[in-house]
C-alpha cells in the first residue's frame, strides 16, 4: 500500500515538473482581445487600473487587472495616438488631425477616469504632440512635432514653450520624457535618419540642453540615477540600438544591437531586466543585465506589438495590432531571473561583407532542431527562404546570391526551435550584410 501510493505520489510530482518546464517558457499569454481596433498605448496607474487608446477614437479602461475592459465615449473617430493618466481621476490623450486642415493635434482631457471627456484643440496649426508627462496634478510637459518642449503650471490650461539652449535640433520631436526627481529629467526624441536627440533640464524642464546622440530616434531614457542613463532607439533600417552614459551625459556611447525590427517601446520589469518589442518583426528582445546583453524571442502569434507596460514585476501587458493583448506570465521568472533559458545556437556573420553577389551564412546547432533561415530587405520585405527543416547538432552551411537584387543592406533571421529537450519555445537571431554592385 505504501509502494502504491509513493508510486502515485511520484507520478504525480513528475507530471507536476514536467508541465512547469512547458509553461514556464511562454513568457508573454494571450489575453481576452476586447476590441478588434489596433491598440496604440496604453497607461496603468497601479495593477488593477489602465486605459488603452487606438483606432478609430477608442479609450477602454479596465479596472481588474484588464480581465474585463470598457469602452468609453471619446466622442471623436479619429485614432488616439497616445494616453497618459497621472492618476486615478485626471487623464490626457491625443489625437491627430490630418485627414483635413487645419491640420494639428486634438487633446482630450477627463477629470473622472474618463467616464467624461472633453476635447480641445491645440491653438497651433501643423503642431503634432506625442507624449505627456505630469509632476503634479498642475505641472507637467508635452512634446511632439512642430512644438517640441511644452509646459504647463495649471494643469494643462495653459502651455507654454519651454527654453532650449541651442537651436541645432529646433523642430526635432520629443518621444517620451523621463524624470529622476523634479528638478532632474531628459526627454528623448530625433528624426529617422538624421538624428536621434536627448535633452537635459536640472531646472524642472524651464530649460533644456540638447544633445545629438545616434543616428536614430531614441524612443525612450531610464534614469538609473544622476550618472547612468540609457536609452534606447533605432529605425526600420538599421534596427534596436541603445545609448549610455556613465557621466551625466558629457559622453554618449552608440551601439547597434544588430536585431532585425523597428523598435517600438521598452519598459524595465526589474531594476535589471527589460522588454523591448520590434514591431513588424514579431519578435520581442529582452535583457538581464540593464542593456549589456539581449535575447531575441517571437511573440505569441506573431503580433506585433506597440506599447509595454509593466506596473510592477510581477504585472505587465503588451498591446498589439487588431486589438490584441498580451500578459507577461510571472511563473516564467525563476527562469528569466537565473538567465537559464539558452538558445543553444550560434548565428554567424556573413562572409564576405560586403558581398557581389553571393555570401555565405554559417550557423551551428549544438542540439537537433527545427531550424527557418529567411532573407529581409531594410523595409521588412521577405526576399526568400534560404534554410528550412529539422537540422542535426554541428554546423550548417548556406550560399545566398544577390544577382536580382539591387544595392543596399538585408538582414538574414535565424529562427530555431525545439533546439533542446526541455524547451519548446522559437528564439530567433539576426544578422545584417550589404550587397554592393
Not at 477608442?58 to 465615449?73: F, H
Not at 493635434?105 to 491645440?122: E, F, H, Q, R, V
Not at 532573407?375 to 545566398?400: P, Q, R, Y
Request: hydrophobic letters at 35%; one cysteine or more; aromatic letters at 14%.
Amino acid at each position: 500500500m505504501i509502494t502504491k501510493l509513493m508510486k502515485k505520489y511520484f507520478f504525480l510530482i513528475v507530471i507536476f515538473l514536467i508541465s512547469g518546464i512547458l509553461y514556464t517558457q511562454e513568457y508573454w499569454l494571450n489575453q481576452n482581445r476586447p476590441t478588434t481596433l489596433t491598440i496604440h498605448k496604453a497607461s496603468f496607474i497601479d495593477s488593477s487600473t489602465g486605459w488603452i487608446s487606438g483606432d478609430s477614437g477608442l479609450i477602454m479602461r479596465t479596472t481588474n487587472s484588464g480581465l474585463n475592459w470598457i469602452q468609453q465615449n471619446s466622442k471623436i473617430i479619429t485614432p488616439i495616438t497616445n494616453i497618459y493618466f497621472f492618476n486615478k481621476r485626471l487623464g490626457w490623450a491625443f489625437s491627430w488631425k490630418i485627414y483635413a486642415p487645419p491640420y494639428g493635434t486634438w487633446i482630450l482631457k477627463t477629470t473622472n477616469g474618463g467616464i467624461n471627456w472633453d476635447t480641445a484643440s491645440y491653438p497651433v496649426d501643423d503642431v503634432f504632440l506625442k507624449t505627456m508627462y505630469f509632476q503634479d496634478s498642475l505641472y507637467g510637459f508635452m512634446g511632439g512635432n512642430g512644438q517640441n518642449l511644452l509646459r504647463t503650471t495649471n494643469g494643462g490650461i495653459n502651455w507654454l514653450p519651454c527654453d532650449i539652449d541651442s537651436s541645432m535640433v529646433s523642430g526635432f520631436p520629443v518621444l517620451e520624457f523621463t524624470f529622476l526627481n523634479n528638478d532632474f529629467g531628459y526627454a528623448a526624441g530625433g528624426v529617422m535618419d538624421i538624428a536621434g536627440v536627448v535633452w537635459r533640464t536640472t531646472n524642472r524642464g524651464i530649460r533644456w540642453k540638447p544633445d545629438i546622440v545616434s543616428p536614430e530616434p531614441i524612443i525612450k531614457t531610464f534614469i538609473f540615477d544622476s550618472l547612468n542613463i540609457l536609452g534606447f532607439g533605432g529605425d526600420f533600417e538599421y534596427g534596436p540600438s541603445t545609448i549610455r552614459t556613465s557621466n551625466s551625459g558629457a559622453n554618449w556611447k552608440y551601439i547597434t544591437l544588430e536585431y532585425f525590427g523597428a523598435p517600438t517601446d521598452i519598459e524595465f520589469r526589474t531594476k535589471n531586466e527589460a522588454w523591448a518589442s520590434l514591431g513588424f518583426s514579431q519578435t520581442f528582445i529582452y535583457t538581464l543585465d540593464t542593456g549589456e546583453t539581449w535575447t531575441q524571442i517571437n511573440t505569441p502569434d506573431s503580433n506585433e506589438v506597440n506599447d509595454i507596460v509593466f506596473t510592477d514585476e510581477r504585472h505587465g501587458w503588451a498591446f498589439c495590432n487588431q486589438g490584441k493583448i498580451l500578459k507577461f506570465n510571472y511563473d516564467a521568472v525563476n527562469i528569466s531571473e537565473t538567465g537559464e533559458i539558452i538558445s543553444n545556437f550560434e548565428l554567424y556573420q556573413n562572409y564576405p561583407n560586403p558581398f557581389n553577389p553571393s555570401t555565405n551564412i554559417l550557423y551551428n546547432l549544438s542540439a537537433p532542431g527545427h531550424v527557418l533561415l529567411k532573407v529581409f530587405d531594410i523595409t521588412g520585405k521577405e526576399i526568400g527562404i534560404l534554410d528550412e527543416g529539422m537540422k542535426s547538432a554541428g554546423t550548417h552551411l548556406v550560399n545566398f546570391r544577390g544577382d536580382n537584387l539591387p544595392s543596399g543592406i538585408y538582414f538574414y533571421v535565424l529562427s530555431v526551435q525545439n533546439i533542446s529537450s526541455n524547451q519548446n519555445n522559437s528564439y530567433k537571431k539576426t544578422k545584417k550584410m550589404v550587397l554592393i554592385k
